[in-house]
């Protein structure tokens, strides 16, 4: 997996209608730098697709650095409350810009933050641009804050590019700024010892431009000269802090969200077929339990009209049972067809004299036996005679048997 760290212009290059060139490096997980050059953003689809992630350097000139007072909010009202808090400080509306907000840093009170502000309609440009390419991820930093910066000091860049020369000054954490002027070796070094301050300054510069700078920094106070290489750069851009193109739907993220609409839309179908089909089947069987119970009431009604209908279903059981029983027809349930059960289930066992006592109660005989009189044979004999009559037998504590229509409450 690999990382793409692009250094975009300055806008300001821009103006002049060439297309536009940037410095890229594309560095392997361990940090080894594995290819490097110079290119347009336009013809890089190649390597944009292969990296996991691209990192744009934006030029300091484009990106603003404001120290803002914050009140005691949480994360996201904060966030929330950006745009009120930089109003004051920009020329423009706050709603045409980026606002991304620094981490705290060691320098840093609880009461004061710095916040990155970028034009938003110029950075959705190129991140789209890195997207269509196959950007699978797309940061955007600050390029002021990819600089090294030692504790007490401050470092700068010098880039010539069709608007000029282009400096890039850090002075602190999270403080740095930008700018484009005239190509004159001379100017640009005192404008960058003067924004320092007194401030020791490492500028860093492409080697073809290091023998028209190193005279004149030689003889200025408190100004060294470096070869500029990606290495410093990629070292403090991980460290950087605001990432202006977070809020963005970039890279792996706008294609899953395209990867997943139709299968999303589809399974949305599926939800709402299967609720109507479970509706549509509810009220087929409410229309026909509507009709089974319609039919019943009119077989109550015709039966016995002069009844009053309550639960015809438990009625209609209960007047059959009592008309059997008027007519002279015993219920497998009653107490003498239940006694008399029990009795040829004794007597097929030989075993008539080993009743205690009988009680009936709730459909339901409960036979007491005689202590030590029944074994475990006997009364699987009994049992086996008694489920042959679709009766069951289940035997409780103290040696009682109970005896009920197979099938009912125990």
């Given at each position: 997996?690999?990382?793409?760290?692009?250094?975009?212009?300055?806008?300001?290059?821009?103006?002049?209608?060439?297309?536009q060139?940037?410095?890229?490096?594309?560095?392997g997980?361990?940090?080894?730098?594995?290819?490097?050059?110079?290119?347009?953003?336009?013809?890089m689809?190649?390597?944009?697709?292969?990296?996991?992630?691209?990192?744009?350097?934006?030029?300091?000139?484009?990106?603003?650095?404001?120290?803002?007072?914050?009140?005691?909010?949480?994360?996201?009202r904060?966030k929330?409350?950006l745009?009120?808090l930089?109003?004051?400080?920009?020329?423009?509306?706050?709603?045409?810009?980026?606002?991304?907000?620094?981490?705290?840093g060691?320098?840093?009170?609880e009461?004061?933050?710095?916040?990155?502000?970028?034009?938003?309609?110029?950075?959705?440009?190129?991140?789209?641009?890195?997207?269509?390419?196959?950007?699978?991820?797309?940061s955007?930093?600050?390029?002021q804050?990819?600089?090294?910066?030692?504790?007490?000091?401050?470092?700068?860049?010098?880039?010539?590019?069709?608007?000029?020369l282009?400096l890039?000054?850090?002075?602190?954490?999270?403080a740095?700024?930008?700018l484009?002027?005239?190509?004159?070796?001379?100017?640009?070094?005192?404008?960058?010892?003067?924004?320092?301050?007194?401030?020791?300054l490492?500028?860093?510069?492409?080697?073809?431009?290091?023998?028209?700078?190193?005279?004149?920094?030689?003889?200025m106070?408190?100004?060294?000269?470096?070869?500029?290489?990606?290495?410093?750069?990629?070292?403090?851009?991980?460290?950087a802090?605001?990432?202006?193109a977070?809020?963005?739907?970039?890279?792996?993220?706008?294609?899953?969200?395209?990867?997943?609409?139709?299968p999303?839309?589809?399974?949305?179908?599926?939800?709402?077929?299967?609720?109507?089909?479970?509706?549509?089947?509810?009220?087929?069987?409410?229309?026909?339990?509507?009709?089974?119970?319609?039919?019943?009431?009119?077989?109550f009604?015709?039966?016995?009209?002069q009844?009053?209908?309550?639960?015809?279903?438990?009625?209609m059981?209960?007047?059959?049972?009592?008309?059997?029983?008027?007519?002279?027809?015993?219920?497998?349930?009653?107490?003498?067809?239940?006694a008399a059960?029990?009795?040829?289930?004794?007597?097929?066992?030989?075993?008539?004299?080993?009743?205690?006592?009988?009680?009936?109660?709730?459909?339901?005989?409960?036979?007491?036996?005689?202590?030590?009189?029944?074994?475990?044979?006997?009364?699987?004999?009994?049992?086996?005679?008694?489920?042959?009559?679709?009766?069951?037998?289940?035997?409780?504590?103290?040696?009682?048997?109970?005896?009920?229509?197979?099938?009912?409450?125990s």
């Amino acid at each position: 997996m690999t990382t793409l760290y692009i250094r975009y212009p300055a806008r300001a290059a821009a103006d002049s209608g060439a297309i536009q060139q940037c410095h890229f490096a594309l560095l392997g997980d361990s940090g080894n730098v594995m290819q490097q050059g110079v290119s347009a953003l336009g013809n890089m689809a190649e390597l944009v697709a292969s990296a996991r992630r691209v990192v744009l350097l934006l030029a300091a000139a484009d990106v603003t650095l404001l120290r803002v007072k914050t009140p005691p909010l949480s994360a996201a009202r904060l966030k929330a409350a950006l745009p009120a808090l930089v109003e004051d400080q920009l020329l423009g509306d706050p709603a045409d810009c980026i606002l991304a907000l620094a981490p705290l840093g060691p320098d840093e009170s609880e009461g004061e933050r710095t916040v990155a502000v970028v034009q938003r309609a110029w950075l959705e440009v190129l991140v789209k641009a890195l997207v269509a390419q196959g950007a699978h991820a797309v940061s955007a930093v600050p390029a002021q804050l990819c600089l090294p910066l030692q504790p007490g000091g401050a470092s700068a860049a010098i880039a010539l590019d069709d608007a000029g020369l282009e400096l890039t000054l850090r002075t602190g954490h999270h403080a740095g700024l930008g700018l484009t002027v005239a190509p004159e070796p001379e100017a640009a070094l005192h404008t960058l010892r003067a924004l320092a301050g007194e401030a020791p300054l490492t500028v860093y510069l492409p080697a073809a431009l290091a023998p028209q700078y190193q005279p004149v920094a030689s003889n200025m106070v408190g100004v060294s000269v470096e070869h500029d290489n990606w290495t410093h750069w990629v070292a403090a851009a991980r460290t950087a802090g605001p990432d202006l193109a977070a809020g963005m739907a970039t890279g792996t993220q706008a294609r899953a969200l395209r990867r997943w609409r139709w299968p999303a839309a589809l399974a949305i179908l599926a939800v709402i077929v299967n609720v109507a089909g479970l509706n549509i089947e509810w009220l087929r069987m409410k229309r026909e339990y509507a009709d089974i119970r319609k039919g019943m009431e009119q077989t109550f009604r015709a039966a016995y009209p002069q009844e009053a209908m309550l639960d015809p279903v438990a009625q209609m059981r209960r007047n059959i049972a009592n008309a059997k029983a008027n007519s002279g027809e015993l219920a497998p349930d009653e107490f003498t067809a239940l006694a008399a059960a029990l009795g040829e289930g004794l007597a097929a066992t030989g075993r008539r004299d080993v009743v205690a006592g009988l009680a009936y109660k709730e459909r339901m005989l409960t036979v007491k036996l005689k202590p030590n009189t029944v074994d475990a044979g006997v009364r699987d004999q009994v049992k086996g005679a008694l489920s042959q009559r679709g009766l069951a037998l289940s035997e409780g504590e103290g040696g009682v048997w109970q005896i009920r229509i197979a099938g009912g409450k125990s």
